[in-house]
């Protein structure tokens, strides 16, 4: 069955450093591939997203580009900020009959000052 | 646009009730919904799938009589916790997706925090 598998946490950084959490899938067809950003206490929010292969999704200055040879979404950002800091998830979708998410086990992400 | 919201934001209620928890999509109509469940630090878990005018589709573990999925209109869904107790104590949280896009894009409610004491 279809798997999004993220790289544990949690992870610590200092302002202004360079972010990268890995994802890597498995899926049948094509599916479209998530980012999306929890923070303390709040539903999901959309971080990104890439509906074919090597596309590059980017917002806030994150950016992920979807690699069908690799099957995977890495998501960068050059220079994170303390508002940065979140539980980050890896999704895909299957795009088949109900459209299903299939989350990734999240990365917990601080930043420090 | 696509603004998911729900409704209580956090409730308390004592073992053996039931609770309600609406879910709202206020800009869009959404002919699938989806009830997910969070437990601290860990990931979703999606419950079930939710149709307009049909019944849940819960995946399996979930029992169907214990969480209740009704949804009745393009823009409403909602999920009764019959007879709670303390380990139904969980964060919910509700997702939809616009009717007609094909990406599999889902947005998001900013969840409900259910106690049961």
Known sequence: GNSVTQMEGPVTLSEEAFLTINCTYTATGYPSLF????????????????TKADDKGSNKGFEATYRKETTSFHLEKGSVQVSDSAVYFCALSDLS???????????????NP | GAVVSQHPSWVICKSGT???????????????????RQ??????MLMATS????????EQGVEKDKFLI???????????????????????????????TGNGEQFFGPGTRLTVL
């Open chain 2, 18 to 36: 039931s609770v309600k928890i609406e879910c709202r999509s206020l800009d869009f109509q959404a002919t699938t919904m989806f009830w997910y």
């Open chain 1, 97 to 111: 009959g109900a459209q299903k998410l299939v989350f990734g086990q999240g990365t917990r992400l601080t930043i």
């Open chain 1, 35 to 50: 980012w999306y950003v929890q923070y303390p206490g709040e539903g999901l929010q959309l971080l990104l997203k890439a």
């Open chain 2, 70 to 100: 009704n949804h009745a209109s393009l823009t409403l869904s909602t999920l009764t916790v019959t007879s709670a107790h303390p380990e139904d104590s969980s964060f919910y949280i509700c997702s939809a997706r616009v009717a007609g």
């Open chain 2, 51 to 58: 149709n307009e005018g049909s019944k849940a589709t819960y």
């Open chain 2, 39 to 44: 437990f601290p630090k860990q990931s979703l």
